[in-house]
């Protein structure tokens, strides 16, 4: 829960926001430094926000209904992301600003990433597969199935670089409706279309799937701190389980192959103040996360409204210290840019961007 004087910050900056109706698109007025919409909760996230940089919405298309699964691919110098119902993968092209389909069909896609060699990962929602894109195109499926079940439906996915190991979620929300994949016959443990939710890992060297620990509800987006030694992964369970948290929790990776000591790492509660002065502890979840290289996790954040959906910003210990306010639900993160130091958000129909004085921990 906030301090009083931060909980006032962040009711002030809602009902700022609110009031002002930024409009993101092109030829509007410019935002006067620095942008109002990137919040100081804590002093500590002073030094995290850059002055002289606003909040930029870089591509915006009212037919992109769900943008998820962002990735920096630093040699070509473009950012690729899912529009998961469309069925489709975008790019952003760092040199001109130029947007174009990547891939479509894309198997209803999620999370992205590249693995050591340069090569894309895709967890793909229609296929329920963890699938590889070779350097002519060519799809090679990584895994798809555990304990001879069917996969639910990856969702995320992370590489550990010691090994080339591929960690990754497996939530579900593909095999639970048409409108993002396929959705399975509905059985006695649904919400679980084919097996208890879980954190697997992939392993390169012999092509065995590891299931690592399924001690939380739905994981969804998920990092590796700066040294590789933690994990984080947000929980989004709530959208599906009564009793399930709404939180991100860490786990210690062990001998770089294992998890152990699950906890809590940082709720996604927060005292909200409205123009009437009155408070309430309200909640959304955190999807995609990525850790920055002093170990501040950045979350994409949303479901609750003005003042909450953007991005919230924990420091190492699990504490706000400060957030970015996004006009839609933000789903996901990730730094790129040729420093690292800029941030991607993918805000349902839209893709915002904003530099900041710290760098990503890793390459995506």
């Known amino acids: ?30 935002v006067r430094y620095p942008d109002p ?6 002093d500590e996230f002073a030094s995290y926000k850059q002055g002289n940089a606003a909040i930029m919405r870089l591509y915006h298309d009212p037919e992109m209904i769900w943008a998820e699964g962002c990735a920096w691919n630093g040699v070509g110098r473009y950012l690729v992301w899912s529009d998961i119902p469309n069925n489709t993968q975008l790019r952003w092209m760092e040199e001109d600003g130029h947007v174009s389909t990547f891939r479509n069909p894309a ?14 990962i895709s967890c793909e929602h229609l296929t329920r597969t963890l699938a590889r894109y070779e350097y002519d195109g060519t799809r090679s499926e990584l895994a798809k199935s555990y304990g001879g079940k069917s996969l639910n ?9 010691a090994t080339g190991d591929i960690f990754f979620t497996d939530p579900g929300y593909g095999g639970l409706m048409d409108y993002e994949g396929r959705k399975a016959e509905k059985t006695d443990n649904w919400p679980q279309p084919y097996q208890k939710e879980a954190i697997y ?4 060297k012999t092509g065995k799937l590891i299931k690592l620990t399924d001690e939380i509800y739905k994981p969804n987006g998920l990092c590796f701190s700066p ?10 369970g709530a959208s599906h389980y009564d009793d399930a948290p709404r939180n991100i929790k860490v786990w210690d990776v062990v001998e770089e192959t294992d998890l152990k000591h699950g906890k809590e790492y940082a709720s996604m509660m927060l005292e909200m103040t409205d123009e ?15 850790c920055d290289e ?35 639900i933000c789903a996901n993160v990730c730094f790129g840019g040729t420093k690292r130091n800029r941030l991607f958000m993918c805000g349902s129909s839209s893709l915002y961007a904003v530099y900041t004085p710290t760098k990503g921990a890793h390459f995506c």
């Open 107 to 120: 198997n209803n896609s999620n999370g992205n990433t590249f693995d050591l060699q340069g090569r894309q």
């Open 227 to 236: 040294d590789y030694k933690k994990l984080y992964v947000a929980d989004t």
């Open 153 to 161: 439906a990856p969702n995320d996915a992370v590489v550990h670089p």
């Open 37 to 42: 919409d990137i919040v100081v909760i804590d």
């Open 201 to 204: 890992r992939f392993e390169v």
């Open 276 to 290: 009437d002065g009155n408070t309430e502890e309200k909640g959304g979840f955190a999807d995609g996360i990525r």
């Open 1 to 30: 829960m906030l301090a009083a004087t931060a909980t006032a910050a962040v009711s002030s900056m809602a009902s700022n926001s609110k009031l002002s109706a930024r409009d993101y698109g092109p030829g509007t007025q410019p």
């Open 294 to 328: 002093d170990g501040n996790i950045w979350a994409s954040a949303g479901w609750v409204g003005d003042g909450y959906d953007g991005v919230h910003v924990f420091n190492p210990d699990g504490k706000r210290i400060g957030q970015i306010l996004l006009p839609e």
